[in-house]
Structure formats: structure tokens, C-alpha cells
């Protein structure tokens, strides 16, 4: 071991002897089909000693840290290896300055060994690069390794920074556009009580508009961020006959709606429920664009909701028109991008089954009939159970 074994203000700071270090690289690399194994992967794989020293590294690491050899980062520490600007900050290097306390990266090889079992996390990471200073964002996964009874640490690497990256672009995108729009929705809205009669109809459609427009903006934000599981629930208790009379009023100036006629059930049950009102909107909204889509000229969409006899816990909320699914449609339908209307399209009914069951604890379903129609529908308990 090293003569600085006890500094640290976190992680054990011993290194193993030039000695040890040479004789664990040997006889890996004498392991039949080891080197030529690992190098077969496109993922980046590097295998640590008990003090978190690298003692090989696959063809993939090698390639993006610009190394040839495993030898040129033999007895570093990941943080070192990466040029983590921490990584110096202390005499015995990655994981035991102040600072990697806090790294998740350092963390996650710690629990592994601690545990002797698998361990995964990500890591946010400033590195140094030809003078200049970096975020990188990183993924890990370690898995314990006995070689001849010794243990040792396999870590797959994933570089998440690209994706990590577009997520703040796409966060920053909704967060500016949403509030320009919702800004002007708002100074139409002031605007509107003194402009004289003979306008103020027009007014009003612009301030609908700019209010669509700003729930069709809010729509794919939800979308992102459920796909990257980041949507949080609001849940509140919501009245169904409210519900599908607000989705209804939405859509019947939609663009869609043109000749064709949207109503609400006679028969619709009044229940109050508790869920997330947003996402519901946003699964009916998309069912019914998708039935007046489906709808000729003339066409009648009806949406209605009702209890199950058998299911009285249940409650049942429905669109539905008159057209015929066919037997390609019913099988793809809520694929995400499938679309009977061209290329783009699609990802309306996917979100439906995202929103409906994921999220809301639903069920989302169709029936379809040649004489019937076909029927949308999403089954919801009448209690959210997801934590509030």
C-alpha cells in the first residue's frame, strides 16, 4: 500500500503496489477469452481492483478516453482516468476529496463493494479537456468479479451527456414558449373588455386560440416528460360530467370539428373522482380528435361515461363514432407514430395508453363494430391510488 493510507475524507485512499497491480493485470489478461470477450462489446467496460484502481479496460473505453493500452491507465482511479477536476483536489486522488462525498459516482462503486452485490447510478461530472472545463453526465453499473479469489469490480459505463443535454434544452424550449403564450392569452384577455362590440367576437376567438395553443405546447411537454418518467401527479377530485363537457367545448371549434358534431351522452353518469385532471383532458382530448378525425362530413361524435354493474369501484369514460376499424388499425393502433394519416402522425393514441394506464392507473381500450362504430374508451378508479 501506499505511505499516504489513512488521507481521505471519504473514501479509503490505499492503492495497491506497482507489484500487486502488475500481477492482477497479468493473469486477467491470461484469462481465456477475457480480453477478446469484453472487447467484442460496444459498451465502455472498466474493471477495478478492491482500491477502485483500474486494472483493464475494454477496446470501447479505451477508444474514447484516446488510449491504445490498458497499461496507460493501469492503477487509476475512474475520477483520475476521466480527469475529474476533484480528482487532484486530495493526495490519494478520485474519492477522497470533500467533494466526493456528494459524487454518486465514487457512491455507487462503494456500495457495490461494501454489499458484494450489483449497484447502479448516475453522475453528473466536471472533467478538464485540453485546458478547458466540461459537464459530462454519466451512467454506471458495477458488478462484483472473483477471480482467482480475489475480488475485483466490473463498471459499464454509459456517456448520458447528449441526452441530459437535450432534456434541458427541451425544458428550457417549453418553459419560454409557454410563458410567451400564455402571456399574450392573458394581455387578449385584459384587451378584450374595451375593444368595441363589433370586434369583440373576433377578440375572443384569438383568445381561444392562444388558449389552445397553449394547451397543445403544455400537451407535449407532458408527454416528455412522462417518456422520461419526470411527470409528477396533481391530483385533485374531478366531477365526469365536467370533464367531458370542458374537452367538448375545446374541441368543437377545433379545426377538425368543421361539419361535424360533437355531443355528450344523455345517459352520462355524474361521478366525482380523484386523479389528475391534466392528463385526463389529454386522454379524452386525443380521443376525440382521433374520432372526428376518423368521422365523414356530417359524422356524429358522442362522449359519455358510465359505471360497470359488476365493477361499481370503476368508472368508465368513452368517445365514440361511427366509422370501422380495420384489422391493421385495431392491431396497431396505439403503436407509437402508427397512424392511418400519414407519416408524423400517431402519437395521440400512443399517449393515450402513457397517460391513461401508467400514469393515471387506468385501462385504455377500444371496441369496434362494422354496424356499432367504434368506441374509445378509459376505465379509471374512482380513488387515485398513486402517492399525491
Known amino acids: 500500500m501506499t505511505s499516504h493510507d489513512a488521507e481521505t475524507l471519504h473514501a479509503p485512499g490505499e492503492r495497491c503496489s506497482d507489484e500487486v497491480l502488475k500481477k492482477q493485470m497479468d493473469y486477467l489478461s491470461e484469462l481465456p477469452?477475457?480480453?477478446q470477450g469484453l472487447d467484442a462489446t460496444k459498451s465502455m467496460i472498466l474493471i477495478l481492483n478492491t482500491c477502485r484502481q483500474a486494472v483493464f479496460a475494454n477496446k470501447a473505453f479505451l477508444a474514447t478516453m484516446n488510449m491504445q493500452k490498458s497499461s496507460e491507465l493501469a492503477g487509476q482511479r475512474p475520477g483520475e482516468i476521466i480527469k475529474c477536476i476533484n480528482a487532484c483536489d486530495a493526495i490519494n486522488g478520485c474519492g477522497t476529496a470533500e467533494a466526493c462525498k456528494y459524487c454518486n459516482g465514487v457512491n455507487t462503486i462503494l456500495k457495490a463493494m461494501e454489499n458484494n452485490e450489483e449497484s447502479s447510478g448516475e453522475f453528473s461530472n466536471i472533467n478538464t479537456r485540453n485546458g478547458y472545463?466540461?459537464?459530462v453526465n454519466?451512467?454506471?453499473?458495477?458488478t462484483p468479479l472473483e477471480v482467482n479469489e480475489e475480488m475485483f469490480y466490473v463498471v459499464t459505463v454509459n456517456d448520458n451527456s447528449g441526452a441530459v443535454g437535450k432534456r434541458l434544452l427541451e425544458r428550457t424550449f417549453f418553459h419560454d414558449v409557454i410563458n410567451t403564450a400564455g402571456a399574450l392569452k392573458g394581455i387578449v384577455g385584459l384587451?378584450?373588455?374595451d375593444v368595441p362590440d363589433i370586434i369583440k367576437s373576433e377578440v375572443e376567438f384569438v383568445e381561444e386560440t392562444f388558449k389552445s395553443l397553449v394547451e397543445e405546447i403544455q400537451a407535449q411537454k407532458y408527454l416528455m416528460d412522462a417518456e422520461n418518467n419526470e411527470l409528477a401527479l396533481e391530483i385533485t377530485s374531478v366531477e365526469t360530467t365536467d370533464i367531458l363537457k370542458s374537452v367538448n367545448k375545446l374541441y368543437e371549434g377545433h379545426d377538425v370539428a368543421v361539419n361535424k358534431i360533437i355531443k355528450l351522452d344523455s345517459h352520462c353518469a355524474s361521478k366525482n373522482i380523484r386523479t389528475d385532471h391534466r392528463l385526463l383532458r389529454r386522454v379524452l382530448g386525443n380521443m376525440i380528435k382521433n374520432a372526428l378525425e376518423a368521422s365523414d362530413e356530417g359524422g356524429v361524435v358522442t362522449l359519455g361515461c358510465s359505471m360497470e354493474e359488476d365493477k361499481r369501484e370503476l368508472i368508465t369514460l368513452w368517445v365514440h363514432n361511427d366509422q370501422y376499424m380495420d384489422d391493421r388499425a385495431q392491431n396497431l393502433v396505439f403503436?407509437?407514430?402508427f397512424s392511418t394519416r400519414g407519416a408524423g402522425r400517431g402519437v395521440?393514441?400512443?399517449?393515450?395508453k402513457l397517460f391513461g394506464e401508467i400514469f393515471l392507473q387506468g385501462k385504455v381500450g377500444f371496441s369496434t363494430d362494422k354496424d356499432k362504430g367504434t368506441r374509445f374508451y378509459i376505465k379509471l378508479p374512482l380513488q387515485q391510488v398513486a402517492s399525491e
Do not use: P
Open 348 to 352: 395521440g393514441t400512443y399517449s393515450m
Open 335 to 337: 403503436h407509437r407514430s
Open 138 to 142: 454519466l451512467s454506471i453499473h458495477v
Open 33 to 35: 477469452y477475457f480480453k
Open 191 to 193: 384587451l378584450k373588455g
Open 133 to 135: 472545463e466540461q459537464n
